[in-house]
């Protein structure tokens, strides 16, 4: 199985442009969650999805907006993009929500804004 | 506020015995776990602790305190492969994880 995908790989935006992230994953996972990694830094959650059809805001979620319409699909949406997003950002998926279970990871989208 | 402390980085010769520290402090407790990040390329998981003590898996071994909000990652027969960075995470009182920084680990012949 391919697990969790992430499009695109990497990507140049122009601040002021919008862009979607994509995540999709084939495990069936009830939870999925949008990472950012910079340098120096540990993993920060922007939104998280217990279940379809529910969302809920992490650590830096300003600027940053998602969507779960099914269990498979969690897009990240930036709407004005600026240069403090310039980031990787990673989305993740585990099988339990309200209850601690191992994430797994998709394989990253590298954002420069510009 | 809640804070993961991990070493920034380390350097180990290859065949000898590594171990990587890690400390917190969070609002509620759920367990610990340890992943591995090679450069460019998403966290894998490694290991879960929730009691105290040690989880050994092969070559891999994670310890646990709860009293000191302390574990540890020991790596024995380093090889070059595990050259990579090591993230410590705790899931807080509300399930969600907390990441330290992460060590970069330097395996030298």
């Known amino acids: 199985t391919a697990g969790i995908t992430q499009a695109p790989t990497s990507q140049i935006l122009a601040a002021g442009r919008s862009m979607t992230l994509r995540c999709t994953q084939d495990?069936?996972?009830?939870?999925m969650y949008w990472y950012r990694q910079d340098l120096g830094l540990g993993l920060r959650l922007i939104h998280y999805?217990?279940?379809?059809?529910?969302?809920g805001k992490g650590e830096v979620p300003d600027g940053y907006s998602v969507s779960r319409a099914n269990t498979d699909d969690f897009p990240l949406t930036l709407a004005s993009a600026v240069p403090s997003q310039t980031s990787v950002y990673f989305c993740?998926?585990?099988?339990?929500?309200?209850?601690?279970?191992?994430?797994?990871f998709g394989p990253g989208t590298r954002l420069t804004v510009l | 506020g809640q804070n993961i402390d991990q070493p920034t980085e380390m350097t180990a010769t290859e065949g000898a015995i590594v171990q990587i520290n890690c400390t917190y402090q969070t609002s509620g407790f759920n367990g610990l776990f340890w992943y591995q990040q090679h450069a460019g390329e998403a966290p894998t998981f490694l290991s879960y602790n929730v009691l105290d003590g040690l989880e050994e898996k092969g070559r891999f071994s994670s310890f646990l305190s709860r009293s000191k909000g302390y574990s540890y990652l020991l790596l024995k027969e380093l090889q070059m492969k595990d050259s990579a960075s090591y993230l410590c995470a705790v899931a807080d009182s509300n399930y969600q994880l907390i990441w330290g920084a992460g060590t970069k680990l330097i395996i030298k012949p």
């Open positions: 993740a998926s585990s099988d339990a929500s309200g209850m601690t279970d191992t994430q797994y």
């Open positions: 495990m069936r996972h009830n939870a």
């Open positions: 999805s217990n279940t379809a059809g529910t969302t």
